[in-house]
């Protein structure tokens, strides 16, 4: 098979598993299943048929309408299938066709679903970043790209450093700043990543947190005082640093040089 056929084969394999995440991240935090009952719509809870379920064209011709309740459904969906895809294109591009692949295109994908959820519902699902940190741990034992050693101390940098940040939050304020959840999630992406990506991943996340932070209270106003969920933040910056980790880290060092 040539190259195009099979980038194109990944594209739409991408679309479909982005459409399988858009089901998680509705599903998970409501504790329903992911595999039953089939999709339906969230306002009137019609079966959508599989022929209204096709990733992004089903929303082009539907007008992003459910077909029976003409409830409008959110461009967020194909958008997030669209995400999926390229994220997915970008791994077999960068890291090519092998098994190993695989492996970022779960850990890429977990991180999708926690991303939206945590936006949603301020919440890390502990379903996903608990079997994660053990799945991730097992499978350094496989991967060319880490060490089962540089995973351990992954886990222990990521999931011990934010600890160390929240407690000391806790300590000085007696208010909890980062929640527990962000804690387990950085543990898992320590299991993918290793110690070095954990730190990468802390550094971006608190730099694009911060200026996402300010240009909230720029839009908002003073008066927006919700919390601003740091799960997203965190997902994007493993994200980084694993198709511009060596790259951005070298250019950061010859900088400071
Ligand atoms: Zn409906």
Same mark, same amino acid.
């Given at each position: 098979m040539d190259s195009f056929a099979l980038n194109i084969i990944v594209i739409l394999f991408g679309l479909c598993i982005g459409s399988f995440l858009n089901v998680c991240i509705y599903r998970i935090p409501l504790s $329903?299943?992911?595999?039953?009952? &089939?999709s339906e719509c969230c306002n009137c809870s019609s079966t959508i048929h599989f022929y209204d379920n096709i990733p992004i064209l089903s929303f082009i011709w539907l007008k992003g309408k459910c077909r029976k309740c003409g409830h409008k459904i959110s461009l967020r969906y194909p958008m997030i299938e669209i995400i999926t895809s390229l994220i997915f294109l970008s791994v077999f591009l960068n890291f090519g066709f092998h098994l190993e692949s695989i492996i970022y295109l779960i850990f890429l994908s977990s991180l999708i679903i926690i991303i939206f959820i945590d936006i949603d519902h301020q919440i890390i699902p502990d379903v996903i970043t608990l079997p994660g940190i053990i799945f991730f741990f097992c499978t350094s034992f496989f991967t060319?790209?880490?060490t089962f050693i540089q995973s351990l101390s992954g886990i222990i940098a990521g999931g011990g450093s934010l600890y160390i940040v929240a407690w000391t939050y806790y300590f000085f304020t $007696?208010?909890?700043?980062? &929640? &527990?959840g962000d804690i387990k999630l950085l543990a898992m992406i320590g299991a993918f990543i290793g110690w070095k990506g954990v730190i990468f991943t802390i550094f971006t996340a608190s730099f694009t947190g911060t200026i996402a932070g300010i240009l909230i209270i720029l839009i908002k &106003?003073?008066?927006?005082k919700d919390k601003i969920p740091f799960g997203p933040f965190l997902s994007i910056g493993a994200i980084t640093y694993i198709f511009f980790g060596t790259k951005l880290t070298s250019l950061y060092l010859n900088f400071m040089r």
């Open positions: $329903k299943s992911i595999a039953f009952p &089939g060319t790209s880490i $007696k208010k909890e700043g980062m &929640g &527990g &106003g003073q008066s927006f």
